[in-house]
């Protein structure tokens, strides 16, 4: 069975974790002979993404008042939020006729935006609605409203980690939508995983050699890289050898100055540096000992998948799904949230005892080459889709 799909996503700023989940779906469910359409609201680095692939797209734009981003709509006024629900419904019906047009048959969604602007289409047309979650804010206050809207109105909700609904939902929500809640962790295509796979093996054995921590992600106090520039300062005294490579866009202009005004501070020029978004992930980390990620909350950050795939050893916060896929101390190490006594201890272990790093980077590559295929993520997607439609 095959036939065609729209996935949605509002694309905001950076070509980071969500819009790559989009194009390898896409890809994979071409791949499996399905038709999928992609629909936006802006020309983009996606949209330039997908006619590299020769993926069809949609682009619908966003009146003014939906144009915002970073949860911006939780703090608009009554009237506000008001005309903002007119104008939801008024892009539902734009949704409504790009499916018609191309006769869809499910409709996807990432993130809760994406569900609120498709939902009614989805009712409408009688077609399945999946809630592909992502990274979705604590359930509580006007959000605990939206995701209740998310919840009743989608045929499935897919996670990237078993754990991630009730740490999201909670109690009595969780179990009152619990049949609803799929995980699906998010696959790398082939070509990518070849490219991450190129790394060097860790060779880290003396303390003459760099020993590189990466991270990828935002700038911002969620992902909470503060937590990690400070362990590195209570290290370099110690290791000298020691350097930290922070890539990602900034999301919170004042988190990133208070960063960088402590890397200052505490003279830690030499040991730190901040290179903004760049697009050769790979490349940062073919040349790391370790991939570090302090975040206080995530869904299973794309990140992640792509560090096991290049073998890298992994120091991460236990949010979110990464415990689905981070055990630890067998496929890389977990650390309380805002602990840094525990984040130090561990990056020094890293440090002397390189060959117990390289096992655990083993470990990881393995559970990685199993289960965050994209195969065996195409599978799931597949079988998802084709039972959602038979039952329509």
Known sequence: MSFNVLLYYPYNQNFTGGPRVVINLAKVLTNRGFSPIVATQKASSLTDELCKANIRYEIIEFPEILDVYGGKTLGYSFFQKLAS???ISE???????????????????????????TAKAAKQLSVPLVWDIGMEKESKGFMRFLHWIGLTTSDIVVTEGKSQPESIFKQPT??????????????????RIATLKQKKPNKYTSEHEKFRIVTVATISPRKNQLMLIEAVNNLCGKYPQIQLDLIGPSADKDYLEQCKAYVEKNNLQDYINFHGWQEDIPRYMKNANVFALTSKNEGIPYVIHEAMHAKLPIVATPVGGIPDVIEHGHTGWLVKNNSKNELIKILESCLVSPEKSARLADNAEKFAAQRLSSDFWASSYVELFEKLVADS
Not at 97 to 109: E, L, R, S, Y
Not at 112 to 117: A, H, M, P, T, V
Not at 174 to 191: H, L, V
Request: include cysteine; charge should be positive; charged fraction near 25%.
């Open 91 to 117: 892009y539902n019906h734009a949704i409504e006729k790009v499916c018609m047009h191309h006769n869809v048959k499910a409709i996807w969604g990432r993130g809760i935006k994406s569900i609120l602007l």
């Open 174 to 191: 969780y179990s009152i939508f619990r049949n609803k809640f799929k995980a699906i962790s998010p696959g790398i295509d082939s070509e």
């Open 85 to 87: 629900l007119r104008a």
